[in-house]
């Protein structure tokens, strides 16, 4: 079983950066694939992020391509998401998950997610 502790939002203006962290708990956390996800109010949940447990593989969704980096630290049982550029439509509650699948390449779809976190929010004002 594993417990998942988002920190790290906040009201951040356009063009700025926020780094979000989970934090798991239990001996596992090393051989699970690692996801971040968002839900804007009004809209479904989204895949923002992926990690395979190694960290060796990354997958991002297209519209934070090349401005968010996830990271993880299995020594710490912490995955990371690094947002800079930020922008209005990225606000959202940001959601930490695990999921038990993927090996070498990172899984998108929420469903193969198994543990989620409580969420943290993230307003970017513009």
């Known amino acids: 079983q594993v417990q998942l502790v988002e920190s790290g939002g906040g009201l951040v203006q356009a063009g700025g950066s926020l780094r979000l962290s989970c934090a798991a708990s239990g001996r596992t956390f090393s051989s699970y694939t690692m996801g971040w996800f968002r839900q804007a109010p009004g809209k479904e949940r989204e895949f923002v992020a992926a990690i395979t447990y190694t960290g060796s593989s990354t997958i991002y969704a297209d519209s934070v391509k090349s401005r968010f980096t996830i990271s993880r630290d299995n020594a710490k049982n912490t995955v990371y998401l690094q947002m800079n550029s930020l922008k209005a439509e990225d606000t959202a509650v940001y959601y930490c998950?695990?999921?038990?699948?993927?090996?070498?390449?990172?899984?998108?779809?929420?469903?193969?997610?198994?543990?989620w976190g409580q969420g943290t929010q993230v307003t970017v004002s513009s």
């Open positions: 998950a695990a999921s038990p699948y993927g090996g070498g390449t990172p899984v998108v779809d929420d469903f193969e997610y198994h543990h």
